[in-house]
């Protein structure tokens, strides 16, 4: 079949929206009518060769909608069935998700690359192959994905919502309640408050934090991370050290979950400066693939036993955390309505992505 989609054709280049060739899904995929996609970060990080990938490429890997056709050997979802697609597979049988740990399933390691698991394409235009970014493409108007890759949910949830939940909210409310383990009583700080940033900020209310502490620089992300329940904001690091150590008499936080659109190797003493004794300095945000430097206090480190951990998709369980947070938000226990800026089509996606820059977005979503 033929459909629309955004295509990187190369580092630094803009997205075009043009029309591609489409295959059917093979055993174990599912095609996907899209209903919304979300403008996350990752996808620029594409742009700017933070993320390397083969290109060309369709981007997006946060997206909800329908299926409209599966492959042979598929009985997990059926043709109509809502879903939201999650940017990292769950093969259920690997050494990794049978002790639990789903985000790092092996079937994830080559998501990024472009083609399917079995080495395969299933995008094509101008007579070449075209990747998916995530395994995914969400930013097309029809894609075909993995059934490892799809969570099937109840029928009228808002699909346009339910995007979200296949990175953004997962992986911010994640770092702080999973990775971050936070817990009642304890006090975090989330350093940079976008799609990821917000949803932290979420997590951290949710686990019961009597402060929570967003930093960003931009005014209008201060006043949203209060709507989201931050307790407290502030401009920079510095600014939310002394916020933070009035505030616990000197203790400092329980954890400060990185969340900014880079993470630069600078960044990490500052954050591992803000948490106490036994703190955890959790990096969400991805860094420069050739960086591998970074500023820290061995000393502080061993004499305090602070922690640094990496979090991917907030060390979550797609299958199980989606259907949860969904609920969550018709419970009235998470907010979603409120992380969407703007809504884009799929011709204004290059706006969408200047206005997330310029830091005039939260999250921007594609409807189709």
Known sequence: ?????????????????????????NAGEVLVELAASGLCHSDEHLVTGDLPV???????????????EVGPGVTDVAVGDPVVMTFLPSCGRCSYCVRGYTSLCDDGAGATLGPQLDGTYRFHARGEDVGQMCLLGTFAQHTVVPVKSVVKIDEGFPLHLAALVGCGVTTGFGSAVRTADLRAGDTAVVIGVGGIG??????AKVAGCRYVVAVDPVAFKREKALELGATHVAASMDEAWNTVSTLTRGQLADAAILTTGVAEGSYLQPALQLVGKKGRVVVTALGHPDEETASLSLLDL????KQIR???????????DV????EMYNLGQLKLDELITREYSLEEINQGYDDMREGRNIRGLIRF
């Open 1 to 25: 079949m033929r459909t629309q989609a955004a295509v990187l054709w190369e580092q630094g280049g803009k997205w075009e929206v043009e029309e591609v060739e489409l295959d059917p899904p």
């Open 54 to 68: 083969g290109f060309p490429m369709v981007g997006g890997h946060e997206g909800a909608g329908r299926v409209v």
């Open 198 to 203: 917000a949803n932290a900020v979420q997590g």
């Open 302 to 305: 061993t004499l305090y036993e």
């Open 310 to 320: 990496g979090a991917l998709f907030g060390s979550s369980n797609g299958q199980h």
């Open 323 to 326: 259907p949860r947070l969904l």
